[in-house]
Each structure stands twice: as structure tokens, then as C-alpha cells.
């Protein structure tokens, strides 16, 4: 079950290094192979989907799953657990493990709006360009959050899979994969304002940040 301190722990896990070291002292008695997992979330920058029209960044997908399974497994626990082969008891410490790392994710879209703002206040440029290098601070810091979701994520996952028996974590697997690909196309955007363009971009910072003067 991952607590809440196991996932302020989880914070810190920055470098390869101090991922594999926290990983490596979990316990996945007739569990997955940790070892084998911590060189898939080392060597895997993002999920290869097969996806129609993608509207949902790749590094969100797992968290949108995981939360979504949470809805589910408080709405209907019955099916969950038919669904995925699980026990009670297994069903439960999954819900508290995506509530806890739900609870603990902050999605920093201030400190995304604080960099852009930071970057249109501090610039000498003029016009468009001045614009697009504030849109661009700000794409560098969301970025940043969601390559960190990502990687937790997969450490979220990796505690999910260590409880369960082999058949389900088939089940599991055969899950998440059906619903990363429904993720993937739904129309689902979890972080970001609207920044694509400089018309937008020019109406964000307006809105956001203190200083106009161009």
C-alpha cells in the first residue's frame, strides 16, 4: 500500500540512481520482477500507443487511467474486482494507493504561469517575439511537470503490480492498455491554459501578467 510518506519519498526520486535504489528495496514476494521494471522506467521516455488522434499528452495518460480506475472501483467495486481478478482486499489497497498519489500531485500550473510571466517581464524583446519567448518559458515549465508525472506514475504502477498474483496482472495489464488508448483520444486535457498561438498566448499573458508595457 503506498502511503503518504512512501510518496513524499517518492518526491525526491530524481536521479536514475535514487529511483533504482528506492525500487529496488520494495518487497514484490511473487510479484513482478523489480529489477526488470526499474529498467523499463529508465529506458522508456514515453508509452507507444496506437492512436488515432491524440488530444491527451503521453505523459498523462497513466494518470488519467489510474484515476479513472479510482472512480471506478467506488462506483461499481463489484466489477473492478471481477474485472481485474482481485480480491477484496487487493481491490482496496489499489483505490488508496491512486488516492494517495492523486492527493499528493500538484500540477504547478501557477509556477508554469509564473515562469511565462517571469520571462515576458524580464524580456528586452518587442512584439511577437517577446510573446513567444514568455510562451515558450511557459512550455519549458509545464513540460517539466509532466515528464515528473509521468515518471511517477510508473512508480505508482510499479506498487500496483507488486501485490498481484500473475493471472491478475494480466488482467491489469490488459486494462490499462484498453484504456490508454481510450484516454489517449478523448478529448481530455488534465493541465495547461491555451497557449498555442500568439493570438492566444498574447491573451493569456495579458491576463496573467502585471506588466503590458511592450
Known sequence: MLTVARSLGFLLVISPALMAQDLQSSSADGGVDANKRIDEIRQTSARHLNIIAPTLPVEEID???????????????EASQRNLQLNEAQLQDIFVT???????????E???????????NDSQLKGEARI??????????????????????????????SVLTPTAQHAFSRYMNDRRRRM???????????????????????????????
Open 110 to 120: 501557477m509556477a508554469n504561469i509564473r515562469a511565462m510571466c517571469a520571462a515576458w
Open 98 to 108: 491512486i488516492s494517495n498519489a492523486r492527493t499528493f500531485i500538484n500540477d504547478s
Open 184 to 214: 489517449a483520444n478523448a478529448g481530455i486535457v488534465t493541465t495547461g491554459a491555451i497557449v498555442q498561438n500568439t493570438h492566444n498566448g498574447a491573451e493569456t499573458i495579458r491576463f496573467h501578467c502585471r506588466d503590458q508595457q511592450d
Open 63 to 77: 494518470r488519467a487511467v489510474l484515476n479513472r480506475l479510482m472512480l471506478e472501483i467506488a462506483n461499481n467495486p
Open 132 to 161: 513567444s519567448r514568455a510562451l515558450d518559458a511557459y512550455k519549458v515549465r509545464e513540460q517539466f511537470t509532466r515528464d515528473f508525472i509521468q515518471k511517477y506514475y510508473r512508480i505508482v504502477l510499479l506498487e500496483i503490480e
